[in-house]
């Protein structure tokens, strides 16, 4: 009985759902995401330069380090001028995915643990799907942010503007909430700092290699291509790869329902450990 009434809290919709309890939702949201976005506009030039190392590294050591030896004809690089190409909207996609993860995770984890403001949160007579939300928005930008400077690197070195065209905003953004959102789970679970390095360490690093970032998975024995598409930022990789060099007729339009069907799932589930957190 007490898990219905904490389903109810979390998700009001049922015969006496009105629109207005729906704006309210949203308007609260954007209170939450209003509080982190004061913060996270004045280190935004921090943001931005801490998030662009890692891409960096990988673009120098396997763009154009190992990439000069696969060569053009090859499987990987079969429908790209160079290995770099392929990678390139790999790279936005692992870039988005970490700060996303790490910041949202951070962020919380500061006010849990150290500056004990979270209490604070959680007695705002708010529903804690507003709260979810507002939390995630914020997580968005921050790897909005990130792979933004990693789409102008891929501008730089490719001139191909298929980087700005909608469907690769909407795959990008999707991926971003998705990693947002367990960011989100993460930081409400934690008990300690060094907690959210096992959770790097087994699923977001474990992920930044297997997740279609450096290999095209269609190649991959059936076993492994399994594994491969239980990853979401399998999705993210080749969603984002295809949007820039694939034409729509064979664009893998089930990226987009299963990243959103994701990032809501994980939305109903922040917005219950919201509802019963006890900090």
């Given amino acids: 009985m007490t898990k219905k009434v904490g389903f109810q809290r979390v998700l009001p919709f049922g015969k006496q759902l009105k629109f207005s309890q729906i704006q309210l939702i949203f308007a609260d949201g954007l209170t939450i995401f209003w509080g982190d976005w004061l913060d996270l506009r004045a280190r935004i030039p921090q943001i931005v330069s801490s998030g662009l190392v890692s891409p960096l590294i990988y673009i120098v050591a396997f763009g154009l380090g190992l990439g000069s030896s696969v060569r053009p004809g090859s499987v990987i ?56 939300l507002g939390k995630m928005s914020a997580g968005i930008v921050r790897g909005l942010l990130t792979s933004g400077s990693v789409v102008i690197l891929a501008l730089l070195f490719t001139q191909n503007l298929g980087f700005l065209n909608p469907l690769f905003l909407l795959i990008l953004v999707l991926n971003c909430a998705v990693f947002a959102g367990l960011g989100v789970i993460t930081g409400l679970t934690v008990k300690s700092l060094e907690s959210v390095g096992l959770y790097n ?70 917005a219950y450990k919201f509802s019963n957190q006890q900090d």
């Fill in 77 to 132: 690089s079969d429908n790209y001028d160079s290995y770099l190409e392929f990678i390139l909207p790999g790279m936005i996609a692992l870039s988005s995915m970490t700060i996303s993860f790490v910041g949202t995770t951070f962020s919380i984890c500061g006010d849990r643990l150290f500056t004990k403001s979270f209490e604070e949160l959680l007695l705002a007579p708010i529903n804690p799907l507003s709260l979810h």
């Fill in 201 to 270: 360490n087994f699923v977001i690093i474990p992920m930044s290699f297997l997740g279609a970032t450096f290999f095209d998975p269609s190649t991959l024995p059936l076993a492994l291509k399994i594994l491969v598409y239980l990853l979401p930022l399998t999705y993210a990789s080749t969603g984002l790869r295809a949007a820039v060099y694939a034409p729509l007729s064979d664009f893998p339009w089930y990226s987009i329902p299963i990243l959103f069907a994701i990032a809501a799932a994980l939305s109903v589930w922040g």
